[in-house]
């Protein structure tokens, strides 16, 4: 896994579409208490599946998401989901939709971006329910090239037979 992010995934972890996005988000949410976050995880599961997505659709329809999607194509079936999360562990953008909003309570975000810009986690092959399949998750800290401050961080779910 720590060969597949090194040779594939950061090349494009810091590109201007995501350091912008998240940001953005940044300057919105750096005030969010734990009760707002809570609410926009809980609107979030709800409308997972469902025709009417408020909370869902920003993070889905931009285009750091397009951008996601299309590192999800080009790795030809390697990386099944992407998405990055800002400086409160909430969804920025993702390449499909997750089943939660806040990775703030999850390994994947409490061992990148507190951590430093040099940071890496590395997920345990499970069956993940967004996708349908083994998958691995790598998680990394984003860093914002001009100011080299973390300001996020992304998870590649990689499809596990991909790896072996």
Do not use: C
Request: glycine share 6%; net charge negative; proline share 4%.
């Amino acid at each position: 896994m720590r060969a597949y992010l090194e040779s594939n995934i950061r090349s494009w972890a810091a590109s201007p579409v995501l350091v912008d996005a998240i940001n953005g988000q940044n300057a919105r949410t750096s005030g969010y208490s734990q009760a707002e976050i809570d609410a926009l995880d809980s609107a979030w599961r709800n409308e997972v599946g469902t025709a009417a997505t408020p909370t869902l659709t920003p993070v889905l329809e931009n285009a750091a998401a397009d951008f996601l999607r299309e590192q999800v194509k080009q790795s030809r079936g390697r990386i099944t989901e992407v998405f990055v999360m800002d400086a409160q562990g909430l969804n920025v953008a993702a390449s499909a939709a997750t089943s939660d909003m806040w990775q703030g309570d999850e390994a994947k975000f409490q061992q990148t971006y507190p951590v430093g810009p040099d940071a890496a986690h590395f997920g345990d092959v499970e069956m993940d329910a967004s996708t349908q399949t083994y998958q691995a998750q790598i998680s990394l800290t984003i860093v914002d090239p001009a100011t080299g401050a973390p300001i996020g961080a992304m998870t590649v779910a990689v499809d596990a037979e991909s790896l072996m």
